[in-house]
T-cell receptor
Framework: AQSVTQLDSHVSVSEGTPVLLRCNYS??????LFWYVQHPNKGLQLLLK??????LVKGINGFEAEFKKSETSFHLTKPSAHMSDAAEYFC????????????FGSGTRLSIRP | EPEVTQTPSHQVTQMGQEVILRCVPI?????FYWYRQILGQKVEFLVS????????KSEIFDDQFSVERPDGSNFTLKIRSTKLEDSAMYFC???????????????FGEGSRLTVL
């Protein structure tokens, strides 16, 4: 079975400062991990994914995440926040089986202060 | 760029009425999903569908829910008799152009907002 925990329900940063959104996972097998972003009244857009290749994954809009197996973490970072980054971010885990459920974290709302 | 499309974008219905939400997945994908997100809550898995049958479903997906792929392109979610608590955003997703690749990402539609009065 797999699960995912997003440690912060809300993160607020100033524009131009770094962003860190935390995610820890639990999975019986080698997981695939994803970060999705949801802007207000919009669908879910894939930011980046980890599927057992490089542990440091680069995504769109300057985001990246590092898979750390020893810490069971997959934190999302960005060096410099932009106002347009304000959104809800979901960490998602998918186990390696033919009919795995894809499990969403509870989400982290990112606010950007001018 | 191929995308998942959902209709309607918003539906208002009376409690007890049947609702059908429609989705057109990406054309070469083989796996299809429905998720829902009640306002202010997390995204919840409802059901996955492969090879014309349900492959997995959650506790939420009770006898009031059904899915169908009627014509090889559409993927529908039917709620037979809606309840107030069915009000949510329903997301369709698809993945995987090949049967062996289970690590791929899901491609989501923009959602159908269901309001039950």
């Amino acid at each position: 079975a797999q699960s995912v925990t997003q440690l912060d329900s809300h993160v607020s940063v100033s524009e131009g400062t770094p962003v860190l959104l935390r995610c820890n996972y639990s999975s019986s097998y080698s997981p695939s991990l994803f970060w999705y972003v949801q802007h207000p009244n919009k669908g879910l857009q894939l930011l980046l994914k980890y599927t057992s290749a490089a542990t440091l994954v680069k995504g769109i809009n300057g985001f990246e995440a590092e898979f750390k197996k020893s810490e069971t973490s997959f934190h999302l970072t960005k060096p410099s926040a932009h106002m347009s980054d304000a959104a809800e971010y979901f960490c998602v885990v998918r186990g390696y089986s033919s009919a795995s459920k894809i499990i969403f974290g509870s989400g982290t709302r990112l606010s950007i202060r001018p | 760029e191929p995308e998942v499309t959902q209709t309607p974008s918003h539906q208002v219905t009376q409690m007890g009425q049947e609702v059908i939400l429609r989705c057109v997945p990406i054309s070469n994908h083989l796996y299809f999903y429905w998720y829902r997100q009640i306002l202010g809550q997390k995204v919840e898995f409802l059901v996955s569908f492969y090879n014309n049958e349900i492959s997995e479903k959650s506790e939420i997906f009770d006898d009031q829910f059904s899915v169908e792929r009627p014509d090889g392109s559409n993927f529908t979610l039917k709620i037979r008799s809606t309840k107030l608590e069915d009000s949510a955003m329903y997301f369709c997703a698809s993945s995987g152009p090949s049967g062996g690749a289970h690590t791929g990402e899901l491609f989501f539609g923009e959602g159908s907002r269901l309001t039950v009065l």
